[in-house]
């Protein structure tokens, strides 16, 4: 079904909504007052009875206000005493009559405490478990080193030592260029023959042109164009709202 050659709906296409009745009354019209008769009840209705019976004993102290009755309070019994808590010192365990008076002066004393028990298991490492890397060498990341050079030793298989023939001789060698190690004397280059320039396209020549059908400057009558019917298959252009 191609949806352009649906211009829009018809008038059987919409149905107004009903002024009688409570459910799906039109909403701009006003409703009158509906009443609804309940339906018969059974009869096991009277059967049936949910009611508490003469087994449950209402306290007369219990009102639709509340309880009504004065404060009560209650003594619990002494707790007994836990081996996990510290047991306090009395009275009696201490002497305050040989204690000197504290007004006097005294010499300073001092308590040594009693030696503390080794652990079973020490996971902290002995000062001698520690060994500082050697500054020699370019082995430490934070310190700076000096260059170092290494120096490989002499493999006499496949050498020059092994089998003298394999030296080159005098004629092996080119001759240097005096402009090397003299004074260089100036050098010029020249180029090669250039190609006539072309153009990539072709210009239009002086007869190409007519510039008296230009009336642009001139004075013209007005002149109207009309555009051409659009297809109703075709798309209209849907942008987004702008935000301001």
Known sequence: MIAARETGPGPGRYSLPPTIGFINHDYTRFASPAYSFHQRLSNSIHVKDSSPGPCYYVE???TR?????GPSYSMLSRA??????PQSPGPATYSPERAPPASWQRAPSFSI???TKCPVVDAVPSPNSYTLPSLLGPRVPIKPSSPGFTISGCNTRGSYSEDLSQTPGPGCYNTTDPSVYLCRPPAFSM????TKPTSPFHTPGPGAHSPEKVRVHKKRAPSYSLGVRHSDYLMPLMTEPPEW
């Open 65 to 69: 206000f509340g309880r009504t009755r």
């Open 80 to 85: 007994k005493p836990r081996a996990s808590f």
């Open 191 to 194: 180029l090669g023959r250039t």
């Open 60 to 62: 007369p102290e219990l």
């Open 113 to 115: 405490g009693s030696r």
